[in-house]
């Protein structure tokens, strides 16, 4: 089935990369920031950089607009009562609009409100999009940033971005996320609202306190926590996430360069038949040496002196480490 996602700018390679590891597919067409992809549904609102989520209806140009809407068969995807919304630039109203699609219905009812049915029609350079709407993708991030939560850590990430890299690995409800790094959990937050099981690890007694304060206030259960050294310990995950150690904000155990080193060593340990997908966050200035296949890579700019890199690495057996 199609379906069309309309994407936060922020970071548009991020976003599409996010609705692939999701979906499983591949092939999808981006206009402007609208991706269009031909997939099996999935928990859309799990999505971090995904704003609405549609069906298309059928794609034209500014020029032709009236004459398909006049044409085309609304009632066929008209339930109780309708609204409409536009987005981008054009001269027609949501009105105007909505004037023409009443032509077309038997007993029209318009609701601004709470519509059972809303058409949108999104305007990007020559083209149109009409597209029925299915869910508004709404997050609540700015209610889970770091200096809210009762475990408090300033190098914690934005629980957007958080999300975002949690579903880079793709991983589904009731499977196992570690975060081998975990500090105050930010990660493990938005992979347990997900509904993983989640386990994080870290060098630092205190740090893991403060996770387990976070996750028991977010409501998570399915939890554990070992206190241990990332480069050295043996797990069973299904998806590994991590932020790795920078030098100056966070406490590193070894020199930057080593400890990364020692982690990707030990990458293929973490994982359930030594296989999987790690998705790693680091500064932009540093060089990864980890032998595995790189599947997505893209940078955020964080402030002034600091840029975020995120990796997305595949682990298999051939490969090898
Ligand atoms: C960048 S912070 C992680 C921040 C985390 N994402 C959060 O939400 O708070 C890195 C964490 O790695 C931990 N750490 C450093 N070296 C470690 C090691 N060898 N094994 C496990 N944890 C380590 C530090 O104690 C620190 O909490």
């Known amino acids: 089935m199609n379906y069309c996602f309309l994407l936060s700018k922020d970071n548009l390679n991020l976003a599409k990369q996010e609705i692939i590891s999701l979906s499983n597919k591949k092939k999808c067409l981006l206009y402007g920031n609208l991706l269009v992809i031909d ?27 009236s004459k398909k809407i006049l044409s085309f068969n609304w009632q066929k995807h008209y339930s109780k009562n309708f609204c409409v919304r536009k987005s981008g630039e054009t001269a027609f109203t949501e009105k105007n609009l909505a004037s023409l699609i009443i032509s077309r219905l038997k007993y029209p009812k318009v609701n601004l409100t709470s519509p059972e049915t809303c058409f949108e029609f999104i305007f990007l350079k020559n083209k149109v999009f009409a597209c029925k709407r299915i869910m508004e993708v709404k997050h609540y991030f700015f209610d889970r940033r770091p200096h809210l939560r009762p475990g408090f850590s300033p190098v914690s990430l934005h629980p957007k971005l958080a999300r975002a890299v949690v579903n880079l690995t793709g991983v589904k409800k009731n499977q196992v996320l570690l975060d081998p790094f975990c500090g105050t959990g930010g990660i493990l937050i938005e992979a347990g609202l997900v509904g993983c099981r989640v386990v994080g690890c870290d060098l630092d007694e ?65 994982f359930k038949r030594r296989e999987g997908i790690l998705c790693v966050i680091t500064p932009s200035t540093v060089k990864l ?29 051939r490969g090898g480490a």
Do not use: W
């Open 206 to 270: 205190l740090m893991l306190e403060k996770t387990e304060e976070n996750l028991k206030f977010y409501g998570i259960k399915k939890y554990k926590l070992k206190l241990g050294d990332a480069t050295k310990i043996f797990f069973k995950a299904d998806a590994v996430v991590t932020d790795l150690p920078y030098r100056r904000a966070s406490f590193a155990s070894q020199g930057i360069k080593n400890l990364y080193a020692a982690f990707f060593d030990n990458a293929p340990n973490l």
């Open 289 to 317: 040496k980890h032998g595995f296949r790189k599947i997505f890579e893209t940078k955020i700019y964080i402030h002034k002196n600091l840029t975020r890199k995120i990796t997305v690495l595949k682990l298999s057996r």
């Open 39 to 65: 997939c099996a549904p999935f928990d859309f609102g799990r999505l971090a950089y995904a704003k609405k989520v549609f069906l298309p209806l059928f794609e034209t140009t500014p020029n032709l607009l």
